[in-house]
């Protein structure tokens, strides 16, 4: 059984920054794409970031050259590095794998997500 939790997220003031970690179990790295999503209030689920088994990375325009994303084998973790928050970064963070090696950004191809995790950037 995949289970995908989400920690990390909180209040932090904008310019901050803050790490997110995805703690995967029933899935292997080596067989599954990994990304980020989120989604404010009101809005749709937007893709932030994804990796590959090959460690290919992609981001939103909104977050390249701010948030990074990057996997810990030995600890079975993908964690989202963010930096320079905005308030507009605020939103519901996810944690999604595939069962493609690569995923990119339509949700749609992710198989399994986590519960979500709150950022909240003010000003």
């Known amino acids: 059984q995949v289970q995908l939790v989400e920690s990390g997220g909180e209040l932090v003031q904008a310019g901050g920054s803050l790490r997110l970690s995805c703690a995967a179990s029933?899935?292997?790295?080596?067989?599954?794409?990994m990304g980020w999503f989120r989604q404010a209030p009101g809005t749709e689920r937007e893709f932030v970031a994804a990796i590959s088994r090959s460690a290919y990375k992609d981001y939103a325009d909104s977050v390249k050259g701010r948030f990074t994303i990057s996997i810990d084998n030995a600890k079975n973790t993908v964690s989202l590095q963010m930096n320079s928050l905005e308030p507009e970064d605020t939103a519901v963070y996810y944690c999604?794998?595939?069962?493609?090696?690569?995923?990119?950004?339509?949700?749609?191809?992710?198989?399994?997500w986590g519960q979500g995790t709150q950022v909240t950037v003010s000003l």
């Open positions: 029933g899935l292997s790295f080596s067989s599954h794409g």
């Open positions: 999604a794998a595939s069962r493609s090696l690569y995923a990119g950004s339509n949700p749609r191809v992710y198989d399994y």
